[in-house]
C-alpha cells in the first residue's frame, strides 16, 4: 500500500568502516513538493540520495519511496524513481534522441511509446534542434537538460536531482531551472541537492540543510530565515587594517566576519545589538566604507547552522560561452 508522503526517512544511518557519514537522518517529503537538501561537501546529501534511489543499503534507519522500503523492495523503488547525477552514463556517440529511445527500450516501454516519450521530453528540454546530433556536439547545459530528460522517459512519480546545476555557466543553469520547475508543474515529487543556497530559495518549497550527517534545520526558506533574525546589518571596512581592528576589539558572538570582502554581518531580530555593535565598530576606531541593512539571506542560516561558508552559484560569465 502507498503512503501518504513520497519520501519517508527515519533515523537513517550509514558508515563506511568506522566512519559513520550519516547519523541518524529524519525527513519526509510531501507528494508534489520539491525539497532542497541544502549542505557543504562532504556533509551527506550524496550518500542519502544512493540510499533513497536503492545504489548503496543503509547502515541502520528506514527508508521508503513512493511507499516502497528502499531495503526490502528495492526493486519497486527503481521503478518509480528517476535519478539524475552527474555520473550519468550517456552514449555520445548517438544523438539524443537515440540515446532516450534506447534508455527507453531498456527500461521496456516499448518502442513506439519510447519514440513517443523521446519527442515530448526534447520538445519540453529544448532539445528538437539539436536532438539528431551527436552528444559530443552538445555543450554542458545540453548535456545535463538530457541527463534529465533521460530520467523522466519512465515518467517516473519521484525524481531526485543530485547537484544537478554545479559546473554550468548562468545560462545553462537558468534553462534547467526552468525545465525543473516545469516538472514540479506537472506534479512530480522531487529532491534536489545542492551546494547552491540561492538554487535552494529559488526553487524549494522546503529546504533541509544537512551538516555533518545530521539534518541541522528543515522549513520553508522563510522559516529558514526568521530562525536567524529578521534584519541583517552589513558592515564593510574601508582596508583591511580597519577589518582588523574591529575583528580584534568586537568579536562576539553572532557576528560573521569575511576577511576577504573586509566585511562583518550581522542577523538578528534585536534592533539594540546592532545599535550596540556598530558603537563598538565606531569606538575602536575602524573605518566603515558602506553600511546596509536588509533582510537575512538563506546564506547567513547555513552561516549560522554549519559555521562554514557556502560555495557561490556560477558567477555570471564563469564557463560562458
Ligand atoms: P556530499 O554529497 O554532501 O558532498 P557525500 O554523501 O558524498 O557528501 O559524502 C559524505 C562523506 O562520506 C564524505 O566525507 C565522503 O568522503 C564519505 N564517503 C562517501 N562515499 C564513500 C565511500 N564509498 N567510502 C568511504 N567514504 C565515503
Request: proline content about 4%; aromatic content about 4%.
Amino acid at each position: 500500500m502507498q503512503r501518504s508522503h513520497a519520501i519517508e526517512i527515519s533515523d537513517l544511518r550509514k558508515s563506511y568502516g568506522e566512519r559513520e557519514v550519516l547519523k541518524g537522518v529524519n525527513l519526509t517529503v510531501e507528494r508534489g513538493d520539491m525539497l532542497a537538501l541544502l549542505g557543504p561537501n562532504g556533509a551527506g546529501k550524496t550518500t542519502t540520495v544512493k540510499i533513497l534511489t536503492t545504489l548503496t543499503a543503509p547502515s541502520g534507519g528506514t527508508a521508503t519511496v513512493n511507499g516502497f522500503d528502499v531495503a526490502r523492495d528495492p526493486g519497486r523503488v527503481r521503478s518509480s524513481i528517476g535519478l539524475v547525477n552527474q555520473f550519468m552514463a550517456l552514449d555520445y556517440v548517438h544523438s539524443g534522441r537515440e540515446n532516450l529511445v534506447m534508455l527507453g527500450r531498456l527500461q521496456h516501454i516499448g518502442r513506439a511509446a519510447a519514440k513517443r516519450r523521446a519527442d515530448e521530453l526534447l520538445e519540453q528540454f529544448d532539445l528538437v534542434e539539436a536532438a539528431d546530433r551527436p552528444v559530443n556536439t552538445y555543450s554542458g547545459g545540453m548535456r545535463r537538460r538530457l541527463d534529465l530528460a533521460i530520467s523522466l522517459i519512465t515518467s517516473p512519480p519521484v525524481v531526485f536531482l543530485d547537484e544537478p546545476t554545479t559546473g554550468l555557466d548562468p545560462r545553462s543553469r537558468n534553462v534547467l531551472w526552468d525545465a525543473i520547475r516545469e516538472l514540479l508543474d506537472g506534479g512530480s515529487t522531487i529532491l534536489l541537492t545542492t551546494q547552491y543556497l540561492e538554487e535552494a530559495d529559488e526553487l524549494a518549497d522546503r529546504v533541509a540543510v544537512i551538516d555533518d550527517g545530521r539534518i541541522v534545520a528543515h522549513g520553508t526558506a522563510t522559516e529558514l530565515k526568521e530562525r536567524v533574525g529578521t534584519e541583517r546589518m552589513q558592515v564593510e571596512f574601508a582596508t583591511d587594517a580597519d577589518f582588523q581592528t574591529a575583528r580584534a576589539l568586537v568579536d562576539d558572538e553572532g557576528l560573521h566576519w569575511d576577511r576577504e570582502a573586509s566585511r562583518l554581518s550581522l542577523a538578528t531580530s534585536d534592533i539594540k545589538h546592532l545599535i550596540w555593535t556598530l558603537d563598538r565598530v565606531e569606538r575602536a576606531g575602524a573605518e566603515i566604507a558602506n553600511l546596509s541593512l536588509d533582510q537575512p539571506s538563506l546564506d547567513d542560516v547555513f552561516l549560522r547552522l554549519t559555521q562554514r561558508t557556502p560555495e557561490p552559484a556560477p558567477a555570471e560569465g564563469i564557463l560562458q560561452k
